[in-house]
């Protein structure tokens, strides 16, 4: 079983950048598809982005080509970059992981799940 502990939430204004990191332990996350998901007050948790077991990675429309995510290996972390932030992209930010192969965007095919962080973003 691996557990998830995210970190690298904050405030910023729009247009500003955030670094989050989903740390790992008991388990490495190469071995596992990793991915974020946010969820704003009031809406329905949604993908943003993950990072297959072989490397591969997906990004929601609304975020592509604004955050990219990566893996760590020796640090055992996933990272999720964030650039040219918006109001919209205020949410609680988790991250998930599962030992399927893919690059999984649903949030039911994953089976390990952090506390999440705190993103908001003002305008």
């Known amino acids: 079983q691996v557990q998830l502990v995210e970190s690298g939430g904050g405030l910023v204004q729009a247009g500003g950048s955030l670094k989050l990191s989903c740390a790992a332990s008991g388990r490495t996350l190469s071995g596992y598809c990793t991915g974020w998901f946010r969820q704003a007050p009031g809406k329905e948790r949604e993908f943003v982005a993950a990072?297959?077991?072989?490397?591969?990675?997906y990004s929601g429309d609304s975020v592509k080509g604004r955050f990219t995510i990566s893996r760590d290996s020796i640090k055992n972390t996933v990272s999720l970059e964030m650039n040219s932030l918006k109001p919209e992209d205020t949410a609680v930010y988790y991250c998930?992981?599962?030992?399927?192969?893919?690059?999984?965007?649903?949030?039911?095919?994953?089976?390990?799940w952090g506390q999440g962080t705190q993103v908001t973003v003002s305008s």
């Open positions: 990072i297959g077991r072989s490397g591969n990675t």
């Open positions: 998930a992981a599962s030992l399927r192969w893919g690059v999984l965007t649903t949030r039911g095919l994953y089976d390990y």
